[in-house]
Nanobody, 127 residues
Framework: QVLLEESGGGSVQPGGSLRLSCAAS????????MGWFRQTPEKEREGVAI????????VYADTLQGRFTISQASGKYTVSLQMSSLKPEDTAMYYC????????????????????WGQGTQVTVSS
């Protein structure tokens, strides 16, 4: 079993920045990737970004337009999401997720099905 503990999030004005962090514990030895997904009551859950623990390959949602950056700590099982130029449409519950599957390089985030999920942290962008 893997436990994912999130931190960060909160409220920010449009154009501002926030940083989310997630630490994995437990049976992390078989994790291949960690990342972030988000969901609002009006939309289905969508992938934001993921990073592979070996090699550091990253996959981002096309809609982010380079505003978010995912990174992993040297211990590999802690990841952060730096969010910049935040927009009201970024408002959502953000979930840390982790999985054991290695996906093809061309696979979009919509193909990912993480095995483990955090409790979620709310990000609100509003003036």
């Amino acid at each position: 079993q893997v436990l994912l503990e999130e931190s960060g999030g909160g409220s920010v004005q449009p154009g501002g920045s926030l940083r989310l962090s997630c630490a994995a514990s437990g049976d992390t030895y078989n994790l291949n990737y960690m990342g972030w997904f988000r969901q609002t009551p009006e939309k289905e859950r969508e992938g934001v970004a993921i990073v592979y623990s070996i090699g550091g390959r990253t996959v981002y949602a096309d809609t982010l337009q380079g505003r978010f950056t995912i990174s992993q700590a040297s211990g590999k099982y802690t990841v952060s999401l730096q969010m910049s130029s935040l927009k009201p449409e970024d408002t959502a519950m953000y979930y840390c997720a982790a999985g054991t599957t290695v996906y093809a390089t061309w696979a979009p985030l919509s193909a990912y099905s993480p095995k483990y999920w955090g409790q979620g942290t709310q990000v609100t962008v509003s003036s």
